[in-house]
């Protein structure tokens, strides 16, 4: 679940190329975790790749399935991390411990 959701991070350091032409990245984000319930768990490293090569360390991105999918405005990360805690909290109501 945790890769399939949209989730964002900030990059910490880029390398480059990678094999397939673009770069990888190391960037820190909170996983989904689930004891019993789900939540966002402590900052951990994630590497990622992108096609794009504009992407800077400190930039805050989305990602989905390891991929970077877009550079995150201040707003974009304000509704992505609110809809992702409203998500969260109704899968937590409507499917509670035992998932």
């Known amino acids: 679940m945790d890769h399939c959701r949209i989730s964002w991070g ?3 350091q880029i390398i480059t190329p990678s094999v397939d032409g673009g770069n990888q990245y ?4 909170k996983p989904l975790v689930y004891t019993d319930k789900l ?3 402590r900052p951990e490293k994630y590497q990622v790749v992108s096609q794009d090569q504009a992407y800077k360390k400190g930039d805050t ?3 989905h399935w390891g ?3 877009a550079k995150l405005s201040a707003g974009q ?3 992505l991390a609110f809809y992702t805690r409203k998500a969260i909290d109704f899968a937590n109501i409507y499917h509670p411990a035992g998932l």
């Open 39 to 41: 939540y966002l768990g």
């Open 67 to 69: 991929w970077i999918c």
């Open 77 to 79: 990360l304000e509704n």
């Open 61 to 63: 991105v989305a990602v």
């Open 26 to 29: 190391v960037l820190t984000r």
């Open 10 to 12: 900030k990059i910490d």
